[in-house]
């Protein structure tokens, strides 16, 4: 069966591997585009750095990468940069033939500039879900003549935009592609008077209302867009049950 194996990398190279006292936050970007992708057929495999050394790291992506990878896609901030382009030249230096994706907001900002980073081969700017559905169909079909899809950039060419999806249409999160135990842990931001408590972070919302001129909301002009009611409560009850 063809997987798509998605990274959350480390913010920087010192931040150390998990530690019980603290639980991290999900890597709810990847989390977003790995349970978009699996709706529509795809196994999904989910590797956040946060959590290992990086010799496990990189043993997690020697056995989950195989020659029935459509791509490897990587989500990072611009924090998260040198780690992501040391696990790509590490893949690209190790033979792997697996097309390597950025998307996040680094590469939202500064999509031609990313893209010519030698060891990535596609980035995906802007809202990411179907962008990556396109991507992965054309991988697998044999087709990888990308000069019509929209929202990617290639070795410094810009694609036109793709526009905003609804997000009321999209699937609900799965949260089973994560290994939980490690994201329910006790956590600074969960505490009550009597202590820790277990939760989950959900999206109900995207972009944002406000124009602050130091966030990346404002520099790609991006509305904010919730679920309808009725969607969120469906979200909240899914993930209870």
Same mark, same amino acid.
């Given at each position: 069966?063809?997987?798509?194996?998605?990274?959350?990398?480390?913010?920087?190279?010192?931040?150390?591997p998990y530690?019980?006292?603290?639980?991290?936050?999900?890597?709810?970007?990847?989390?977003? /585009?790995? *349970?978009?992708?699996?709706? +529509?057929?795809?196994?999904?495999? !989910?590797?956040?750095?946060?959590?290992? @050394? =990086?010799?496990?790291?990189?043993?997690?992506?020697?056995?989950?990468?195989?020659?029935?990878?459509?791509?490897?896609?990587?989500?990072?901030?611009?924090?998260?940069?040198?780690?992501?382009?040391?696990?790509?030249?590490?893949?690209?230096?190790?033979?792997?033939?697996?097309?390597?994706?950025?998307?996040?907001?680094?590469?939202?900002?500064?999509?031609?500039?990313?893209?010519?980073?030698?060891?990535?081969?596609?980035?995906?700017?802007?809202?990411?879900?179907?962008?990556?559905?396109?991507?992965?169909?054309? /991988?697998? *079909?044999?087709?990888?003549? +990308?000069?019509?899809?929209?929202? !990617?950039?290639?070795?410094?060419?810009? @694609? =036109?935009?793709?526009?905003?999806?609804?997000?009321n249409t999209?699937?609900?999160?799965?949260?089973?592609?994560?290994?939980?135990?490690?994201?329910?842990?006790?956590?600074?931001?969960?505490?009550?008077?009597?202590?820790?408590?277990?939760?989950?972070?959900?999206?109900?919302?995207?972009?944002?209302?406000?124009?602050?001129?130091?966030?990346?909301?404002?520099?790609?002009?991006?509305?904010?867009?919730?679920?309808?009611?009725?969607?969120?409560?469906?979200?909240?009850?899914?993930?209870?049950?």
């Open positions: 069966m063809y997987n798509i194996v998605l990274i959350n990398p480390r913010l920087s190279s010192s931040r150390l530690n019980e006292k603290y639980a991290p936050r999900e890597p709810l970007s990847i989390l977003a /585009i790995g *349970s978009f992708l699996q709706s +529509f057929g795809y196994k999904i495999v !989910i590797i956040d750095t946060n959590l290992y @050394h =990086e010799d496990e790291v990189k043993e997690r992506l020697i056995s989950c990468v195989t020659d029935k990878t459509i791509f490897i896609g990587f989500s990072l901030m611009t924090a998260q940069v040198p780690h992501a382009m040391e696990l790509s030249k590490y893949l690209k230096g190790i033979g792997t033939k697996t097309p390597i994706v950025w998307g996040g907001i680094h590469p939202t900002l500064f999509p031609e500039q990313t893209s010519l980073d030698p060891y990535l081969d596609l980035v995906v700017f802007g809202p990411g879900e179907s962008t990556t559905l396109e991507i992965a169909r054309k /991988i697998v *079909s044999g087709d990888l003549d +990308f000069n019509k899809t929209k929202g !990617i950039a290639c070795k410094g060419k810009l @694609h =036109e935009p793709r526009e905003r999806e609804d997000i999209f699937s609900h999160f799965d949260y089973d592609l994560l290994d939980l135990k490690y994201y329910l842990g006790p956590s600074p931001h969960y505490l009550l008077s009597e202590g820790p408590i277990i939760a989950l972070n959900l999206l109900s919302s995207r972009g944002c209302p406000w124009r602050c001129s130091f966030c990346i909301n404002y520099a790609i002009k991006n509305q904010w867009r919730a679920l309808t009611p009725d969607r969120f409560l469906d979200e909240l009850e899914y993930q209870k049950n």
